[in-house]
C-alpha cells in the first residue's frame, strides 16, 4: 500500500501535494490534520457558517446571528474553531470582526477529497 509523504522542502503542516484521500493512505501527521479539519467541520452550525461565509465571501461577525438563530458568544466560538482549523480568517474592524474562508485551506481540502 503506497503511503504518501509531503515533498522535504514542503512546510511540515502542509498536507501532501493535492493528491485525492482515496489515492493512498494516509501517513499518521496527515490523518491528524485532516481529523482536526473534519471535526471543525462535524458541527451543523459550523457548516451553516462557512457555507454562508463562502457564498458572500466576506460577513461580519454581527451579521451571522440572524441567519443562525444563535447567540454572539455561541457564533464567537463556531468562528474561533473554524479559525483554528485554517477554514476561516478574520479581521478586526472596530467592534466586529469580518470573515472569510481561506481559499487555499478549501482548495486543499477539496483536492483531498477527490473533488
Known sequence: MATRT?????PSDELA???????????????TELGGIFAAL???????????VAAEGEVC???LEGPLAKSQP??????????EAGLL???KRGR??????????MER???LLGG
Open 6 to 10: 509531503a515533498p522535504p522542502d514542503a
Open 17 to 31: 501535494c493535492c493528491a485525492a484521500i482515496t489515492d493512498a493512505a494516509l501517513s499518521e501527521h496527515e490523518a
Open 42 to 52: 462535524s458541527d451543523p452550525v459550523r457548516l451553516r457558517l462557512l457555507s454562508i
Open 61 to 63: 461577525s454581527c451579521n
Open 74 to 83: 455561541t457564533i464567537s466560538h463556531h468562528t474561533r474553531v473554524l479559525a
Open 89 to 91: 480568517q478574520g479581521e
Open 96 to 105: 466586529w470582526t469580518w470573515w472569510r474562508v481561506v481559499p487555499e485551506q
Open 109 to 111: 481540502l477539496r483536492a
